[in-house]
């Protein structure tokens, strides 16, 4: 039984190109040098006395920064193709990393943090259309999850990793891994990976939104975009509030919350490549499964108003990130597959904006509430925006099923 099982989820993995395990090998690596991000709100309000309304407006500006990076990155990609735009974020936002630990003043962090996130955030859609060139239309998915599953095994370490630097040397510390992984990263990429002419043009399928030239029009996409930017906010909280929370309300060192998000790290390492393959036999409808999500993601947030309990903080993190596993595969996938050809890069920007603006409110939003109202009114509210979540996933699913009939 136990045999059978792990040769199951062995045959996962099997099919891919040497380029999804280059790419898959890098992302490992890029992320689990990621230690700034995790502990930026903690950086500002403990490291350099920003006020609440302080921190929220630097994470304001990493989020428009991303939105700009992620909207360029789109149009470049589909201008000069991905291979370029990856090599030009990775390198460069590894210097910016080395350099942004030297600015302390409020004015030069939204401008450094806003600067460096234009330039990370080009990655994004770039690294996702490099996924549907690698990639079969039939593996595509599983792809995407493969390449989740290294951001997730280096989530894992990462934070917990951060937390260990923070307690030895420093704040200062996270800066230089960080930005050293990148440029390790995309170092790999250059030696390994080489690109054909051919490789740049976009693949020629007959995608459902082929009729629909301009992402613009397409209405179905919109309503699912608000949707994945409501889904972005609760799972921002992560970064943003409840690091602050954890040492509010139940005096966790750094180190022991790093330990919970290596938990969901490691939830997502071992649960998501058989959920999605499972999914994909069955043929069930990825909009439903995104909406389960949703919801799923709605009542982490509604058990945190049981704050009594240090396990409220484990049951959560549980629930987040089934909701991830369940979400965040599937709308990647679900996004592309609205993209008429040639215009892939810009639908992958717009996908990748509605979570920049998500990381943007998530912090502006849940920051401000906590500093007027307190951690459980952010709860509840993050809990309600996940409700209304679940409902424009069904308005979705039921616009889509209504577009296929008519085709």
């Not at 389960?292 to 484990?314: D, V």
Request: aromatic residues 16%; charged residues 15%; positive net charge.
């Amino acid at each position: 039984m136990l045999k059978t099982g792990i040769i199951r989820y062995i045959n996962n993995f099997k099919g891919f190109s040497r380029e999804i395990w280059i790419l898959t090998l890098i992302t490992f690596i890029n992320r689990a040098g990621t230690m700034v991000l995790p502990f930026l709100s903690k950086y500002l309000k403990e490291d350099l006395h920003f006020s609440y309304k302080e921190v929220s407006w630097i994470l304001v500006s990493f989020g428009i920064g991303s939105m700009v990076g992620s909207w360029l990155g789109g149009k470049l990609t589909d201008k000069i193709g991905f291979y370029k735009i990856m090599i030009f974020s990775l390198l460069t936002s590894g210097i910016c990393f080395f350099i942004l630990q030297f600015i302390n003043s409020f004015i030069g962090l939204c401008i450094g943090i806003f600067i460096i996130m234009v330039v990370a955030d080009m990655y994004r859609p770039a690294m996702f259309v490099s996924l549907n060139t690698f990639a079969t239309k039939e593996n595509r998915t599983r792809a995407l999850t493969l390449i989740r599953l290294a951001i997730n095994l280096g989530f894992a370490l990462g934070p917990a990793m951060a937390g260990l630097i923070i307690m030895k040397i420093g704040y200062k510390g996270l800066f230089w891994v960080d930005g050293a992984t990148c440029i390790l990263a995309i170092s790999i990429f250059r030696y390994f990976i080489t690109v054909k002419r051919k490789q740049l043009e976009p693949k020629k399928e007959n995608n459902l939104s082929n009729n629909n030239t301009s992402v613009f029009n397409d209405f179905i996409f919109w309503i699912f975009l608000f949707c994945c930017m409501l889904v972005g906010i609760l799972f921002f909280q992560l970064f943003t509030t409840l690091p602050l929370y954890h040492k509010i309300q139940f005096n966790l060192t750094e180190f022991q919350s790093g330990l919970l998000l290596m938990l969901n790290g490691l939830l997502i390492f071992f649960l998501e490549m058989p959920i999605v393959s499972y999914i994909e036999r069955k043929q069930i409808n990825k909009i439903k499964v995104i909406t389960i999500g949703a919801m799923m993601m709605s009542f982490s947030m509604f058990i945190l108003l049981f704050s009594s309990y240090s396990i409220t903080l484990i049951i959560m993190m549980i629930l987040m990130s089934l909701g991830e596993m369940f979400t965040f595969p599937f709308s990647n996938t679900f996004a592309m597959s609205r993209a008429a050809k040639g215009h892939e890069g810009r639908y992958m920007a717009i996908f990748s904006m509605s979570f920049s603006a998500a990381h943007i409110l998530s912090a502006k939003i849940g920051l401000s509430i906590v500093d007027y109202f307190g951690y459980r009114t952010n709860w509840l509210i993050m809990a309600f925006l996940g409700i209304i979540a679940t409902v424009l996933g069904i308005l979705t699913y039921n616009l889509t099923q209504k577009e296929d009939k008519s085709i």
